[in-house]
């Protein structure tokens, strides 16, 4: 608690006079997360900052699950977004993120009618076997021929990032190559992600006045919005030229007629039903794109790099991964009598990754267990509508803000017992070897109640699938004396990110 301007009676945070709890935000800005472990820890798992006086900023932090099923889940009429989340998030417009009411309905029923469509998730699993064949495996094997360094958090990024535009815009930007080429897209989704997070623990008038003079952040995020729209509305445009050429739009793009088509042309062919809503178009169009390429890149390539770095340190769990992955072969292998038995297990596994995919216990397990770990998107807000008493006593007003943070929650001793800081897979398992139930409330790494993430099933599917090509092909090597922590920003980045070297089996 020595970075913490504290109370030395309760080691807590001072709510100074005039300025609150200001000084301990600007000082633990950079490891807030930590910092928020640290609080909750002390205070039952639920602590309220206060900003300076003339401010009114007020922050309910809470990772109690009790507080979590209120909120999100039995009583979430009276705790929407709000407004304030969608200033400090306006870059991402009226995108699934920062909307309530009708305009989140349409985008959660859109959203839902086509990933959970079994022609979609054919169309993704060919996107994502089509790009490890293409892009990972020959970088892979380029690092590993001439001993290369290389960044597996950037790796990752640019996977996630060239398949998901791929899915979403028909479009591979090709990121994912021998020479890494420098896209500026990348570049702005990480300046947005940093930015959220500092306007969260600086009032609002501070980050206002830095945006008004055009300086630190707020400059960048400015910068970066413009690359954003140029790259979006750009390819918006080109789509909506390929899709009239070929005059098949209407045709090809209905939901249950083939879906073997990229979102955006889905959401073009949903034009009627955003008039109705009161839609803009082309701009809708564009919140949407950037919400989908968001959540795809973004969350899932730091899942899969703290996963890695979690292997790494823990060599058993990478043994007993890989055993489950020779039984899986071996199964296979019995139940061929043709040619298919001289298959390796890479080429077995990736063959068959639909039927195998939900019988890797111990694998998902394992995923699971990093996601309590390291939760891509670490933290959540809501504002109640009107005043209300948790269950755990605390009264909250309109004038709050309610923050859940999900790395805090997965260090909680009190959840999840004495070894929470431990990567043990095996908490997940029963001894019926099923997977374990834990509520979705204590477990928030796809959130919870009617905002459960709807690209749950999407994620892991692509986490799954990188995971086995890798393990069953490279053995991976941290760089030696490089520093991994996490970087306080809206997606849970690796600070200095995560240097590897590659060798292929």
Not at 295 to 314: D, I, Q
Request: glycine share 6%; hydrophobic share 40%; charged share 25%.
């Amino acid at each position: 608690m020595n970075h913490i301007p504290t109370n030395k009676k309760d080691g807590l945070p001072t709510n100074w006079p005039v300025i609150g709890m200001l000084p301990a935000l600007l000082k633990n800005h950079h490891r807030i997360h930590d910092c928020a472990v640290e609080v909750l820890e002390k205070t039952q798992l639920t602590f309220l900052v206060k900003g300076p006086w003339f401010s009114n900023m007020k922050l309910l932090g809470t990772v109690d699950p009790a507080n979590v099923h209120h909120i999100l889940s039995k009583n979430v009429g009276n705790y929407p977004r709000g407004s304030k989340f969608k200033e400090i998030s306006e870059i991402f417009g009226d995108g699934i993120f920062t909307t309530d009411s009708k305009m989140w309905q349409y985008h959660r029923k859109m959203a839902q009618s086509v990933l959970a469509h079994p022609k979609f998730h054919e169309f993704l699993v060919e996107k994502v076997w089509e790009k490890i064949e293409s892009g990972l495996i020959p970088l892979l094997d380029h690092a590993s021929e001439q001993r290369l360094e290389i960044d597996l958090q950037d790796l990752f990024g640019m996977f996630l990032f060239d398949t998901i535009s791929t899915v979403v815009m028909d479009y591979d930007p090709g990121s994912l190559s021998i020479d890494l080429p420098n896209l500026p897209f990348l570049k702005a989704l990480h300046v947005l992600e940093e930015v959220v997070v500092y306007r969260y623990v600086v009032p609002t008038c501070v980050w206002k006045f830095q945006r008004w003079l055009g300086i630190g952040l707020e400059k960048k995020h400015k910068e970066a919005w413009k690359i954003i729209d140029d790259f979006i509305y750009g390819h918006i445009s080109k789509r909506r030229a390929e899709l009239m050429s070929k005059n098949s739009q209407s045709k090809a793009c209905k939901v249950g007629y083939g879906l073997g088509v990229d979102l955006m042309a889905i959401y073009m062919d949903e034009a009627r039903k955003r008039a109705e809503i009161g839609s803009n178009g082309d701009k809708f169009l564009r919140d949407t794109i950037l919400a989908f390429l968001a959540a795809g890149r973004g969350p899932v390539g730091a899942a899969l790099a703290w996963f890695f770095y979690l292997l790494t340190k823990n060599p058993h769990v990478l043994y007993k991964i890989k055993e489950e992955l020779d039984t899986m072969t071996a199964q296979v292998r019995y139940h061929h009598t043709d040619d298919d038995i001289t298959w390796n297990r890479y080429k077995i596994l990736s063959r068959n990754f639909q039927d195998l995919k939900d019988k890797l216990i111990y694998l998902h397990a394992a995923v699971c267990e990093a996601l309590r770990l390291y939760p891509p998107v670490p933290f959540n807000t809501r504002v109640p509508i009107e005043s209300d008493t948790l269950p755990s006593g605390h009264k909250v007003e309109s004038s709050m803000q309610i923050i859940f943070d999900m790395y805090a929650m997965g260090r909680m001793k009190s959840l999840w017992g004495q070894d929470c800081y431990e990567f043990k897979p095996e908490r997940w398992i029963l001894e019926t070897g099923k997977i374990r139930f834990v509520p979705s409330h204590q477990f928030l790494a796809f959130s919870t109640g009617p905002r459960t993430c709807v690209g749950k099933n999407m994620a892991l599917t692509m986490m799954k699938a990188a995971t086995i090509v890798i393990i069953s092909r490279y053995l991976i090597e941290p760089a030696q004396a490089h520093p991994v922590v996490p970087h306080a920003s809206m997606i849970l980045h690796m600070k200095q990110g995560f240097k590897v070297k590659v060798a292929a089996y």
